[in-house]
């Protein structure tokens, strides 16, 4: 029997957008991360936050380790875009807008799901959402966090559909 593999569709001008903000989120969470960006704080939550001595030794001993690990899943997300990326600027119009099936492996699934979620975390702290409440629908630059939320159903939803 072969391992299930689901299937979603997307845009070669959708996959040359994904694929920017991964490697910004690699270059964020890359070997020359800067440890006091508050974005790397979403992504590594304050565990003991009434006790100072016991986050300062959780961060320490995890911190490095879990921003390595999201930086090999953001990998996995590049590597699985690449066959839809190309140049947008040569494409015409209906080329860049056709929709492609995208398989992600059982084995990759995971990466995507913790990929787009902290992709969403990110922005979330570059724009200040905290809160549902804090969401500005007439801000364009809301328009990436909820596109990624987008993607992120989709993949939850094809995943579900799996089991």
Excluded: C, K
Excluded at 79 to 96: I, K, P, Y
């Amino acid at each position: 029997m072969n391992d299930p593999t689901i299937h979603v569709r997307m845009a070669r001008v959708e996959a040359v957008q994904l694929a920017q903000l991964v490697d910004d989120f690699r270059e964020l969470v890359g070997t020359g991360r800067d440890v006091t960006d508050p974005a790397l704080g979403r992504l590594a939550p304050d565990p003991y936050p009434n006790d100072e001595d016991a986050s300062t030794a959780f961060r320490s001993a995890t911190r490095d380790d879990l921003l390595d690990r999201r930086a090999l899943d953001a990998e996995i997300i590049r590597a699985a875009l690449a066959d839809l990326r190309g140049d947008v600027d040569s494409m015409s119009q209906a080329e860049a807008f056709t929709e492609h099936e995208l398989a992600i492996g059982p084995a990759e699934v995971d990466a995507w799901l913790r990929t787009l979620t902290a992709l969403r975390l990110v922005i979330a702290e570059r724009l200040g959402i905290e809160s549902d409440d804090d969401h500005d629908p007439d801000d364009a630059r809301f328009g990436v966090y909820d596109w990624l939320g987008y993607r992120l159903e989709l993949v939850i939803e094809a995943a579900d559909a799996l089991l």
